[in-house]
Structure formats: structure tokens, C-alpha cells
């Protein structure tokens, strides 16, 4: 019996571990965390924080092909026919555009903020999927150095109880999902280069509340002059310990005419607002290799009940440091 036991905990390990691939930084051999692997067709997931993710035929019979990117890597495209156990990424970092990295200023300063947009209405909400990464432009009013020191970013959570729901004190739905942040250069209206090559990420759960203060000081980006785009993107729901769990782009629901694949939406929901007058937030669909950043407003071809009623921005806040001159 004992030996039964044993042989069948081998058997799932085995079963576990099959198709585990992890992605490493050619020169170093660290992971390269949070990559992203595409499928070509639209969809596909990413890596966990140490470069690993789950790839099987039988989990995605139809998948030829892999497209494997990650901020500052050459993209890799590869077959999915004997996949490798490990797969080393080569570096290609470009020169970042209007990024001041400096030691500690030792300058006097102004602490100011932009507020975010709260908002408890679940009909005003956009329902967060893997598939899609929002940004939201940030002008610069003057040409006095500033740094960013805090992104704060609007969730509304889910009551238990639909009834309760306005209540205060509701009992929330429990969530752990991780989320990726990124900043964005502004290239003639719409997001540009990368502002930094880090990887920033976040857990947020139903206890934060109705937004998340993400400290993004140590990082030391500064206002481009013309401007800059901070995006969100979730990565999918994680376990009590922050790890990033296997999560499916879409749910397959069965239909007469086959199986619809409809995309799975992840907690917290992202409240949308009306009061903002210009039309400072893009989309994009990140698994789709080549793909641009599109205006979210009417007439741009996106399918949302949102800018049917005029709904047209994420409306984040940010704090920042404004220095004084020499």
C-alpha cells in the first residue's frame, strides 16, 4: 500500500510538472519575469515572477506557434513541437526616450496630486480581461521638473449580497489579483516608448478598498515634456502568497452552433468616468503580435457599453514632486 502511495505521488508531480517551460535572461540565466507568450491568433498568458508557464498540447490543441516578448528582450518566436524546458531571451534595450535617471535631487520641492475618479456603479465599470491593457495620458502643464511618486488607481469592489450593495459595510466578493503597470512616452497623442524597463507590479485584494496607492518613488521617472501615459494591464489572479496562478483568457461555453469562447473577466472591476472632457484613454489588445494602441471613444470601432452613454476615461490619479528652480 505504502508503495501505491508512493508511486502515485511520483505520477502527479509528473503530470504537474509536464509542459513547465521557464524563460531566463541569456547572460545573467535570471528569469525574465512576467513575460509575455502569444499565441499569434489572439490570445495567450503570461510568465510567472520567475520566468515559468504551463504549455501542452493537450491544453491548447490548435497553437503552432509561440511569440515570446518582454520589456527590453528581442522578440523570440518559436514552435510548439518539443518546446524546450528553458528558453533564453537576448537583450535589446533602446535608448529610452526623455527619461532623467539622477541621483537623489537635493532640491527644495511642492508635493502635488491629481485625485482619481471613484465610483461604486458597477455599469460604469470596465471588466478587466488578460487580453487588454489600458492607458491613461498625463499632460505636462509647465516645464518645472517633476517626478512621479504615486499612481493611484480607482476599483470598485463587488458586494456578496446584490441587495446590500450600496451599503458601506457590504460584504465584499475576495479577490488576490495581480496587475502590471507601465509609462509610456507620448508619440503624437498615443503611448510611445517605455519610460523604464522595470517591472512594476502589484497584488491588490477587496481589503485595499475603493483604489490602490501604488509607491512608484523609487523608480525616479520623471514628466517628459510633453507629457507622459501610465497603463494598467492584469495579469491574472495570484494565491494568498502573491503567486501568479494559471488563469484562462477565455471561458468555453457550449452553444448550438459549437463552443464560444467568451473572455474571462478578473476582479476588481476599473470605474469609468464621464467628467473627464477629453479623451485621454487607449486600449490595446496585448496578445496580438504588432498591435497599436487605439482611442477609447465612439467611432473607433470598440464594442463597449460604456461610450454609449458617454463614459470615455479610467480616471487614475497620480502624486508627484514639483521642484523648485536653482
Not at 36 to 47: H, I, P, R, Y
Not at 70 to 82: C, E, P, W
Not at 255 to 277: A, C, H, Q, Y
Not at 321 to 326: G, L, R
Request: net charge positive.
Amino acid at each position: 500500500m505504502k508503495y501505491t502511495i508512493f508511486w502515485f505521488f511520483i505520477l502527479s508531480i509528473s503530470i504537474a510538472t509536464h509542459g513547465q517551460t521557464t524563460i531566463i535572461d541569456e547572460e545573467t540565466s535570471y528569469p525574465v519575469s512576467y513575460a509575455t507568450v502569444s499565441f499569434g491568433d489572439g490570445q495567450g498568458l503570461f510568465a510567472d515572477n520567475d520566468g515559468m508557464f504551463i504549455f501542452t498540447k493537450k491544453l491548447y490543441p490548435d497553437v503552432d506557434s509561440l511569440y515570446i516578448s518582454a520589456l527590453g528582450y528581442k522578440t523570440i518566436s518559436l514552435a510548439t513541437t518539443n518546446l524546450p524546458d528553458t528558453i533564453k531571451m537576448t537583450i535589446e534595450l533602446n535608448e529610452l526616450d526623455e527619461v532623467l535617471l539622477t541621483a537623489k535631487l537635493d532640491r527644495k520641492f511642492k508635493r502635488e496630486s491629481i485625485k482619481p475618479y471613484l465610483d461604486d456603479d458597477y455599469y460604469k465599470c470596465w471588466l478587466p480581461t488578460i487580453e487588454s491593457e489600458i492607458a491613461v495620458f498625463f499632460p505636462n502643464q509647465n516645464d518645472k521638473l517633476k517626478k512621479i511618486t504615486a499612481v493611484k488607481f480607482p476599483i470598485s469592489l463587488e458586494s456578496r449580497d446584490w441587495k446590500k450593495r450600496k451599503r458601506a459595510n457590504a460584504d465584499k466578493r475576495k479577490f488576490s489579483t495581480l496587475f502590471k503597470v507601465k509609462f509610456y512616452a507620448n508619440d503624437n497623442g498615443s503611448p510611445g516608448n517605455v519610460l523604464t524597463y522595470t517591472n512594476i507590479v502589484f497584488r491588490v485584494t477587496e481589503k485595499n478598498g475603493d483604489k490602490f496607492e501604488l509607491d512608484v518613488s523609487e523608480h525616479d521617472i520623471f514628466f517628459p515634456k510633453n507629457g507622459f501615459f501610465v497603463s494598467l494591464q492584469v495579469l491574472g489572479y495570484t494565491d494568498s502568497t502573491g503567486k501568479l496562478l494559471p488563469n484562462k483568457k477565455y471561458k468555453e461555453i457550449k452553444s448550438s452552433s459549437g463552443i464560444v469562447k467568451i473572455p474571462t473577466n478578473f476582479r476588481p472591476l476599473l470605474p469609468f468616468t464621464d467628467e473627464i472632457n477629453d479623451h485621454r484613454t487607449f486600449i490595446k489588445r496585448i496578445f496580438i503580435n504588432g498591435n497599436d494602441w487605439v482611442q477609447f471613444k465612439q467611432g473607433n470601432g470598440i464594442e463597449s457599453s460604456l461610450l454609449r452613454t458617454n463614459i470615455n476615461n479610467y480616471g487614475v490619479g497620480i502624486s508627484y514632486n514639483t521642484y523648485k528652480d536653482e
